[in-house]
């Protein structure tokens, strides 16, 4: 049986003496069945909004409160469509299964 790796998303037999992923050694379990395509969709958004929400931060901390208090919602706004992006990849793949 094939698993996924959620940390790094690559897809090896599992082992039940052996549950640790052969890429980056994050824990694989059974249940981990589902495999993604691009098991990383989403994240890179997520990351990018927070580092801009944290210099949109230092901008309404030390320059202006009016940009740097807008940057941040826009930049919060980002984090939630890359988690609805990730939510929307795993769906797809639940739906493709046939779980």
């Known amino acids: 049986m094939k698993v996924q790796c959620p940390n790094c998303g690559l897809v090896q037999e599992f082992d039940p003496g052996y ?23 989403g994240r890179g958004m997520q990351g990018m909004a927070i580092i801009a929400f944290l210099l949109f931060f230092f901008l309404f901390l030390f320059w202006s409160k009016y940009a740097g208090g807008h940057g941040m919602a826009i930049s ?7 988690i609805y992006k990730t939510h929307l990849n795993k769906r797809s793949a639940k739906e493709s299964h046939g779980h």
């Open 76 to 82: 919060a706004l980002f984090y939630i469509w890359g």
């Open 19 to 41: 549950k640790i992923c052969l890429k980056c050694g994050g824990a694989v379990e059974e249940s981990h069945t589902r495999i993604l395509k691009n098991p990383r969709k």
